[in-house]
């Protein structure tokens, strides 16, 4: 039984609610709850939740977290919300009211009593929480630690949570105590925490279902959002005694092809896990299953392997990613949840988990309502604005009648007074963008409502088994310049989404700042400029493959106050029934007759845009910081945008005065953004110029990541099959913990491959210098001048003079250096089939593939710098195939430096 004594002293009536439950006894049971990476939770209405914060909250207060999702004047008012802290150092509670704060992996509990539930979340920009290495922390993703508090009791309760948005298993749980030589100096688990008297081995939750309190499963773990009590014992008080929560985001990394599938449907789902360096798979195999309630059931769904077998989803053996198959079809909507479990130290524990998310598609009838709709209400605004003018009031008649139309559920006028939002019965939302003429939100010269159907037809997501490595470039988000320690922009190719071009010209900043990516010869950049209606949904699915992303559209705040952007595409029957999925989850919405994209679809991007710098030269970019949190949240470092309906002179002068700065000076993202003048548009509404996030990226001229230990391909662009992997066989990385691989299409791609990173040469560059390692399945048995099948290895430097070959390697000029291994490709492994007579040059197959290990390559580069002196050059490597297909060859790259 606790005690316990508050601070607070206004109480409504939850208070008497509050007491019975802060005075209920402990209700031991099991719970196995295993959720994953979330950034929201559900507070049901007049029910007691005990949470915590799954991100850094430091220096965030009450309102700033909640008042987003909870209206901040009914704070601790009947009819609102309240939230309580508790201090183990005085054994109270208290009320931190709005401009209290909830230190990083500090548990509170929550009630609000608005009537409804409310989904609560937290800014996708916070960070995740401070990370130690050091003792007792030797997790390869670093560890977050919470001191435990003692008071005036032997057994002092401390409130807690795990800081981290993903499934955080009690197994991985540290307690350490700073007492050199003393009980778990170098780390202990909760059982010997307990034994040593420095903690309690038992965690307990309230469950707000039952009403009670629940012990953890030692077995199982803790979710994001879920706060416990943990008691400090008496040998705490000696020293600092501190709970150690294992980062394990990074070490499963678990994704699914398709994520979103339609209802009734057969759909094929392939799963891939990647093992991060730290993680472990003894048995070298791993189940999916289904939860329910975070506990596995029933049959697993399918085996992960990392065999190479295609036909269960894994196109390379032992390269650590696990892959499989697994058909879903499901009756009705549902968010599917699943579990990947692995035996280790023998246990089958949770890994890693991953939701699907099944949806009913959009009817013929439900598509056209909204089309016959959007149209009608078009001709009620403009009657409205014939009749009452330019204002909110217009909106707001206006608004009123739409939602009487047929299929509309309501309307109303969104938080920017100038967007006029619909509902419909089928769930969907769409809009009308109503900014003044001249402005990036303006109707002028735009046919949004023409009730033309779209003839083509837009598949919904399936299975792609050419391309399937999107989606494990996935690793930290951070690249640092060795020399300098400033962030810089993690790739060199430049996207201008130009989507408006036609209407904006000629005060569009797009042409300018075309020609001023194209022309600069330090750094190197590769541009590609998208233009009117090659600004799609589908284009806005590459974004993570640039490092600096310019949009020139039009942009609006939506009904739930989420900034939005709008494509070129327009709407149609059939194309918003292709576009179901993404419809009905929200990530896109439609606005007059074209798309418009919400900060959720950012958020569902596959793999990241390391130091990325977004330029929203949209209206209401940045009235909020919904689009740039989503943004950030997928790795890009800095977004600039405007705070209100902007006017296209301003925005154009404002993004070429920017751009020059990081371009031309190569200033960094604040020092460029300071000098650009003014701030704020000079014509109404004053839309001010805003950055948001990190100040100090800047583009580079140096090679960066030339060792890949990003963990991704963070500085290269690649063509066909080129990849970071963390190993291949018996082939570990040379240095560190990451290397590239470029092949002649292993697997499912049948593409050759190519690394390339463009880069500047210092005039006194006189060396390159990398790790390479040829392997081939040519080897030996098609070796020698009669076989045509030779497949090359080539390094090149592209200059503005032409390309210099630095190495050519073929099969041929390898044979003799070669050596057997255990590695498998296409057409070798344990299912190959050996030829007869198969030897040196003789043909065939002998299963077999042959190496030349790893060997260390140095190249003079002293002319090509002093004769590129101030311009940019292109480093490529590059495997292909030569006469043939069939029998794959890769490569292996590593330490790639400048000297």
């Known amino acids: ?53 799954p991100a850094d909250t430091a220096g965030q207060t009450v309102e700033q977290l909640f008042a987003d999702d909870l209206d901040a004047d009914s704070y601790n008012q009947d009819g609102g919300w309240v939230v309580f802290t508790y201090d183990p150092t005085e054994n109270v509670y208290d009320n931190p009211g709005l401009s209290g704060t909830i230190p990083p992996g500090t548990g509170f509990w929550m009630l609000q009593v608005t009537g ?86 038992a965690l307990w939750h309230y469950d707000s279902e039952k009403e009670s309190y629940v012990e953890y499963d030692q077995s199982s773990g803790l979710v994001p959002w879920r706060g416990f009590w943990m008691a400090a014992l008496e040998g705490s008080s000696t020293g600092t005694t501190r709970l150690y929560f294992q980062n394990v985001i990074d070490l499963y990394q678990l994704v699914a092809s398709p994520t979103d599938f339609l209802t009734n449907t057969q759909t094929e789902v392939r799963f891939q896990m990647r093992l991060l360096p730290g993680a472990e798979l003894p048995g070298n195999v791993a189940q999916l299953f289904r939860t329910t309630d975070g506990v596995p059931f029933g049959q697993a769904l399918c085996t992960l392997k990392d065999d190479g077998a295609l036909d269960n989803g894994d196109d390379l053996a032992g390269d650590k990613v696990y892959s499989c198959l697994s058909p879903f079809i499901e009756s009705s909507e549902s ?117 033309t159907v779209n003839v083509e037809t837009i598949s919904p997501a399936v299975f792609d088994r050419l391309d399937p490595h999107g989606e494990l470039t996935q690793g930290p988000l951070d690249v640092y310049a060795e020399e300098t320690g400033e ?16 209407q904006f010209a000629p005060f569009d900043e797009g042409p300018d700042l075309r020609t001023l990516f194209e022309g600069t010869q330090c750094p190197l950049f590769d541009v590609n400029y998208l233009i009117d209606s090659q600004a799609t949904v589908d284009s806005v699915r590459q974004f993570n493959k640039y490092g600096t992303i310019i949009l020139i559209t039009h942009g609006a705040v939506d009904k739930d106050g989420q900034v939005v952007f709008l494509t070129r595409e327009n709407t149609g029957v059939f194309s918003i029934i292709g576009h179901s999925i993404d419809l009905l989850l929200g990530r896109i919405s439609i606005m007059g007759d074209v798309y418009a994209i919400r900060p959720s679809f950012i958020t569902s991007l596959p793999g990241n845009s390391p130091g990325a710098i977004i330029y929203n030269g949209s209206c209401s970019s940045s ?20 705070t209100r309906t902007v006017n296209s002179p301003y925005a154009q002068n404002a993004a070429n005065q920017l751009f020059d700065n990081l371009v031309k000076s190569l200033d960094t993202t604040g020092d460029a953004f300071a000098p650009v003048t003014p701030k704020i548009d000079p014509v109404t509404p004053f839309a001010t110029f805003t950055l948001t996030s990190d100040p100090t990226t800047s583009y580079t001229g140096e090679l960066t990541n030339g060792e ?57 560059a006189t060396e390159l210098t990398f790790d390479w390692n ?126």
Request: proline content about 4%; aromatic content about 8%; glycine content about 10%.
């Open 335 to 451: 968010t599917v949840n699943l579990v990947v479990s692995a035996e280790i130290d023998g246990n089958f524990s949770p890994v890693a988990s991953i939701d699907l998310n099944a949806i009913d598609p959009i009817t013929d009838e439900e598509a056209s309502i909204v089309i016959s709709a959007q149209s009608s209400a078009q001709q009620i605004w403009k009657t409205e604005l014939a009749q009452v003018g330019d204002t909110v009031a217009a909106r707001e008649t206006a608004s009123e009648i739409i939602a009487n139309l047929p299929g509309v559920l309501d309307s109303g006028v969104a938080e920017d007074d100038t967007t006029i939002w619909i509902t419909y019965e089928s769930g969907l939302t769409t809009g009308l963008m109503l900014n003044p003429e001249g402005t990036r939100g303006s109707q002028e010269d735009r046919d949004f409502y023409s009730t």
């Open 116 to 201: 409804v539930e409310v989904s609560i979340d937290v800014p996708l920009s916070l960070p995740t929480p401070t990370i130690t290495t050091s003792l007792p922390c030797i997790a390869a993703g670093g560890c977050f630690a919470k001191t435990l508090l003692s008071g005036p009791s032997v057994t002092s309760w401390n409130l807690l949570g795990s800081p981290f948005k993903r499934f955080q298993p009690l197994a991985g749980l540290l307690v350490g105590n700073e007492t050199a030589g003393g009980p778990c100096f170098e780390g202990c688990s909760l059982q010997e925490a307990e034994t040593e008297n420095l903690s309690s081995a």
């Open 623 to 642: 009235a909020n910081s919904s689009m740039a949190d989503a943004f950030v949240s997928e790795g890009a470092s800095s977004y600039y945008g405007y």
């Open 774 to 899: 040829f392997n081939s399945e040519e080897f030996v048995e098609w070796c020698g001048p009669e076989h045509p099948f030779d497949d090359p290895f080539t390094v090149e430097m592209l200059t503005d003079s032409g390309t210099e070959l630095l190495l050519s390697e073929t099969i041929d000029t390898l044979c003799s250096t070669v050596t057997a291994n255990s590695l498998a490709f296409d057409v070798s492994g344990p299912a190959c089939e050996v030829s007869e007579g198969v030897g040196f040059g003789t043909g065939g197959n002998d299963c077999t593939v042959y190496g030349t290990g790893n060997l260390i390559q140095t190249i003079d580069i002293t002319a090509i710098a002093a004769n590129n002196v101030g311009k940019g050059v292109t480093l490529r490597f590059r495997n292909f195939d030569e006469g043939d297909s069939q029998y794959d060859s890769a490569v292996l790259i590593d330490n790639v430096k400048i000297r």
């Open 1 to 53: 039984m606790i005690t316990i004594q508050t601070r607070f002293h206004s109480r409504p009536r939850w208070w008497a609610i509050f007491k019975v439950l802060i005075a209920s006894a402990f209700f031991i049971t099991a719970d196995n709850t295993l959720a994953q990476d979330q950034a929201s939770t559900v507070v049901p209405h007049d029910s007691w939740m005990q949470l915590v914060i």
């Open 708 to 764: 890949f230990e990003t963990g991704d391909l963070t500085g290269w662009t690649t063509e066909g099959d080129g990849r970071s992997i963390v190993n291949l066989g018996e082939f570990s990385p040379p240095g560190g913990n990451f290397m590239g691989i470029i092949s002649t299409g292993l697997g499912f791609t049948t593409s050759s491959g190519s690394l390339a990173q463009n880069f500047c040469l210092a005039a006194d």
């Open 487 to 502: 962030k810089v922009v993690g790739s060199s190719r430049v996207l201008i989404w130009d989507a408006y071009n036609s």
